[in-house]
């Protein structure tokens, strides 16, 4: 197994959010991550396919004004190299801590399924992103609900081990 590739992240773009109960928003959202590249949690992968791995810390800005830490892991990837520079599917699972102006908007959320493609432009450390995620949370005023979000936007990434 190789060593853990320590990457920093930054991600800017905008976000839309389709709860099953309520009606949709759009937020523009800023993110700072760090992220342990080709780290593996376990010796195999699980039925042959899915290998936990890359765990990942962010803080995300939001406006309308919240603010969120999140903690996710991979289990599914795939590159393209012949596109572009290369064209990355990921599959994470990642769990959310938001804090609002209220409590409707201060929740604990669990995005079960998180689909990213990650397109990087040749020659940079800058790519595209899309993501889609679908989500149960449940907030501090003791509501609950499920839904869906997608984000389109750009991402910086950079090796912090050199």
């Known amino acids: 197994m190789p060593d853990p590739n320590p990457q920093g992240t930054f991600q800017l773009g905008a976000q839309y959010d389709q709860a099953f109960t309520r009606p949709g928003q759009w937020s523009g959202?800023?993110?700072?991550?760090?992220?342990?590249?080709d780290w593996h949690l376990l010796q195999k992968p699980l039925f042959g396919m899915f290998n936990v791995q890359?765990?990942?810390?962010?803080?995300?800005m939001s406006v309308p004004a919240t603010l969120s830490a999140?903690?996710?892991?991979?289990?599914?990837?795939?590159s393209f190299?012949?596109?572009g520079k290369s064209l990355d599917l990921t599959m994470q699972t990642q769990?959310?801590?938001?804090?609002?102006?209220n409590a409707a908007q201060s929740q604990w959320m669990v995005q079960f399924l998180q689909g990213q493609a990650q397109y990087n432009f040749?020659?940079?450390?800058?790519?595209?992103?899309l993501q889609f995620n679908v989500y149960h949370t449940w907030n501090d005023d003791?509501?609950?609900y499920f839904g869906a979000?997608?984000?389109?936007?750009?991402?910086?990434?950079?090796?912090?081990?050199k």
């Open 81 to 83: 190299p012949n596109i």
């Open 122 to 129: 040749a020659h940079s450390n800058l790519s595209a992103i």
């Open 29 to 37: 959202v800023l993110a700072v991550g760090l992220q342990l590249t």
């Open 70 to 78: 999140q903690v996710a892991w991979s289990w599914w990837k795939y």
């Open 95 to 101: 769990v959310t801590r938001q804090q609002g102006s």
């Open 54 to 60: 890359d765990p990942q810390f962010q803080l995300q």
């Open 149 to 161: 979000q997608g984000l389109a936007g750009f991402q910086l990434t950079w090796d912090l081990h």
């Open 142 to 144: 003791h509501s609950h």
